[in-house]
């Protein structure tokens, strides 16, 4: 048997919590040599909750496509591991990542999937059957898409009801399957089967929908027991702003970070706990349910606004507090933070709840992070 580089982009936290990606790799490892990584944000906790973070790099922020293309000249074959909803969303997923990396990538292509093995670009031929008889998928060909009809983009995989986002932004909830976006004269989002979210509309501003990057539902359908990764954590305060994917990618070592609005915090905090990192959250009470991770670290502090005042507070709290930037160079703790924020809330402040623990099944491990 020749051993070969495997590369692996890993897509979204349900390829980790299934065990797909964990069975994947370890039929990889009696191959050849195997590189590991995980592309968005949104699988970063599950990583750290399965011990994978030794195999997985989970260092910085990777695009799919982008990701296979770096790793083209390195490895042998190349790997997109996925855990769709559906067929049709596991198919279309792969046909854009393929679209957005083709005449990039030059090695054989394979998406290994929840329910199928795609081949992007290349027979299928041994090495296809053996993945197939070891992760017990079946072979099938991708199938490429469509041209784009005008200035529209068909979203596949959407569910009625389900949030949808676009570049991170929640912009509103699906009303039906079949959904489309577009974008008016001004180039902000328009849309087709999707009752839109006006400040998630305003948020996300003038985009381009044929290279939007869109999800929809919440940002972790499976579940695991929380694993914590302790850490060093004296990296001052970061303030998060409605970016969660900051957060999780420049503010792992921080000693305190405060977020603003619901889903912001819900999603940032869930991952910084993996970190040992807490929160003070400033929220309204508008949250969209992007996640059910209620995970925060020991300390963490929400503080809960006037319906509607969450911005208004946080905007206050970045000019007084933070300078108008995003980072202080302070240790502080989350209480000390709290007394700070609250005389700049004032009235628009009407609860405050104080997390004493983590879930009592939650694994602390330790590290030089």
């Not at 240790?331 to 402040?349: G, N």
Request: charged fraction near 25%; include cysteine.
């Amino acid at each position: 048997m020749t051993f070969l580089r495997y590369a692996v982009v890993v897509h979204g936290p349900e390829a980790i919590d299934t065990g797909l990606v964990a069975q994947l790799i370890s039929f990889l490892q009696r191959r050849g040599e195997v590189r590991t990584v995980m592309s968005g944000y949104t699988g970063v906790a599950a990583v750290v909750d399965a011990g994978l973070d030794d195999l997985i790099d989970i260092s910085m922020r990777r695009v799919p496509s982008e990701t296979l293309v770096k790793f083209n000249d390195w490895a042998d074959v190349l790997i997109l591991a996925n855990s769709a909803k559906t067929p049709e969303s596991a198919m279309r997923f792969g046909a854009i990542v393929h679209n957005r990396s083709l005449g990039r990538v030059t090695r054989p292509l394979m998406q290994v999937d929840r329910l199928a093995i795609i081949l992007w670009s290349a027979e299928r031929n041994e090495f296809a059957d053996e993945v197939s008889n070891e992760m017990g998928r079946p072979v099938v060909d991708g199938v490429p898409l469509e041209p784009c009809e005008g200035e529209w983009r068909d979203l596949g995989g959407v569910i009625t009801g389900e949030n949808v986002w676009v570049n991170g932004v929640v912009v509103g909830r699906a009303s039906r399957a079949d959904v489309s976006i577009g974008k008016d004269s001004a180039g902000n989002i328009v849309a087709r089967g999707i009752d839109l979210k006006p400040t998630g509309v305003a948020r996300l501003g003038p985009y381009d929908p044929s290279t939007a990057h869109v999800r929809s539902g919440v940002v972790r359908r499976t579940s695991a027991v929380p694993r914590v990764i302790i850490g060093k954590g004296k990296g001052g305060v970061h303030l998060i702003d409605h970016a969660a994917e900051r957060a999780i990618y420049h503010c792992r070592g921080a000693s305190l970070v405060v977020t603003i609005g619901d889903d912001t915090s819900r999603t940032a905090g869930s991952v910084l706990a993996r970190f040992g990192v807490p929160i003070v959250a400033i929220i309204d009470g508008d949250e969209d349910g992007i996640t059910n991770d209620r995970t925060l670290i020991e300390g963490s502090v929400i503080l809960r606004m006037r319906p509607g005042t969450d911005d208004l507070v946080g905007r206050d709290v970045r000019k007084e507090l933070f300078d108008e930037g995003s980072w202080i160079d302070v240790e502080m703790s989350p209480d000390e933070m709290v007394e700070k924020i609250i005389p700049i809330a004032a009235d628009r402040l009407v609860d405050r709840d104080r997390y004493v623990d983590l879930p009592r099944k939650a694994q602390k491990v330790r590290s030089s992070l």
